[in-house]
């Protein structure tokens, strides 16, 4: 059985931990979702399958930050290239 908690996480730490700033300078992200379609011929079910992505996008910049894609599924165009 696989532990889906998230870990426990104190106000103390928070407080010494760093905040994650776009490269634009912007310190507050969305929660957005990208669609990403698999065709029928590439799908298990042989069926056309839309994926929901969940992505963090920068409010100042709307470009989508790297920590929201570490497998490189998202193009180049709508992300961030550092932060």
């Known amino acids: 059985m696989q532990n889906n908690q998230k870990p426990q996480i104190s106000a103390a730490q928070l407080v010494d931990a760093k905040i994650m700033e776009c490269?634009?300078?912007?310190r507050i992200f969305d929660s957005k979702l990208?669609?990403?379609q698999i065709s029928a011929i590439m799908s298990p079910t042989s069926?056309?399958?839309?994926?929901?992505i969940q992505v963090l996008v920068c409010s100042n910049c709307g470009k989508?930050?790297?920590?929201?894609?570490?497998e490189?599924?998202?193009p180049a165009d709508i992300k961030s290239e550092k932060i």
């Open 47 to 52: 069926n056309p399958l839309d994926v929901p």
């Open 34 to 36: 990208v669609i990403k």
């Open 72 to 74: 490189n599924l998202l």
């Open 64 to 70: 989508i930050s790297p920590m929201s894609d570490p």
């Open 23 to 26: 490269r634009c300078g912007g």
